[in-house]
């Protein structure tokens, strides 16, 4: 069997064993700490990590097709991919020493290490560049202090990459490991959604960093953080993708089987609207994936080229911005297929139309992603933030 289809196999198994324990956790709105140990289970949680590195060594392609297939089990399950793999794992090949990649990579790829991405803060959100958490030099290693928030897997990381400035200076990108002395962790569970998954704040109090740990060049932070966003922005489409097929499948599983009016709803025009309109945001976001894909591709053949890379940035973009609108469409009318029950956590599209909002949120908001996608079309000098 090849690579790819072992691992859209394998990525289907893991989906299929968790979602019986991922229905419980929801309607009880606790995390589901099975989602840890049954992707390790099924090897997938080292999947774009190189095979000499103990992963898997997906291509772009299968990566996003094993995405959109955790996606349809809900955009909690799925984010924890995104963070894990997408924007750490995928930060430390590209930007990770040896050693590191030794210490913290290969172990990732396992689930010994599991990771959070932490650029968020209280003053700092779509515009990271504000953020307040320093970093300085002491005795031989980096001292760090500040606040993130709204950070994923926060509570169950055991290491994540931290960005921090120096006193008036530029960004810098750390790992830092979660037992680090002086890191207090705070849950987030006022949240609306996504309760099977955690979310939450660290404080950084004098935390002392080895100097091995800084990723990249020092001043290289805000680089670091863009090019991960591609590939943070690209997994939230794909699990989008997965998310509008689910809920095609439940709203189309629903309206043949529920009867009213002496028919299967299927048969009324209007329950026919819906579903050809959640059709189309399916075919059209995966078409939006496919070609962002595309030139995600390019780009990695030569990682050094700007052009390929703001080319990737941009196609992205219009990927996540479409795909989480779409997805949350698309699950607001599979929540109308399904009439009063699907006013429910009982059925997955109630849980998709709460949990696909966030995704018009993190990673760039719907409002960052058009201003970037208009510049890009009127030109730099039309940019509205840098
Ligand atoms: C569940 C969840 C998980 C998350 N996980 C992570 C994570 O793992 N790591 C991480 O670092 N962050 C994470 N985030 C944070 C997320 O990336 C931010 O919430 C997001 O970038 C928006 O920042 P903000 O919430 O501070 O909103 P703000 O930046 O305050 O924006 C508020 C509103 O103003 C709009 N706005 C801001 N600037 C402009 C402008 N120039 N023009 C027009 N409109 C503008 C925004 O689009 C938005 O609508 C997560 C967030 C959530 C909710």
Known sequence: MQAHEQILKDVNA???????????CYLEHRYNDQIIPLASEFDILGLPVPEEFGGRGASNRTYVRAIERIGMEGSGVRSVFSVHSSLAQKTLVRFGTDAQKEKYLR???KGKVIFAFALTEPDAGSNPQEMKTT????????L???TKYLITNAGIADAAIVFAKAAGGAMSAFLVDMKTEGIEKEDLVSKMGTPTTNTGMFELASCRIPKENLVGKEG?????????LVDGRMSVAAGCVGSIRDCLAEAVAYSKERTQYGKPIAKHQLIQEHIAAIKLHLDSSKMMVRRATAFREKWDQSPSDRELLSKADLAVAEAKLFCANAACDAADRAVQVLGGRGWSYLYRPGRHLVDNRVCRIYEGADEILKLKIASGVLGESYRAFS
């Open 144 to 146: 760090l202090n500040g």
């Open 107 to 109: 172990p990732s790829a």
């Open 14 to 24: 893991f989906c299929e064993k968790l979602r019986p324990t991922e229905d419980v």
């Open 135 to 142: 970093f300085k030099e002491d005795g031989g290693s980096y």
């Open 220 to 228: 290289a932070g805000w680089e670091i953080a863009k090019q991960a």
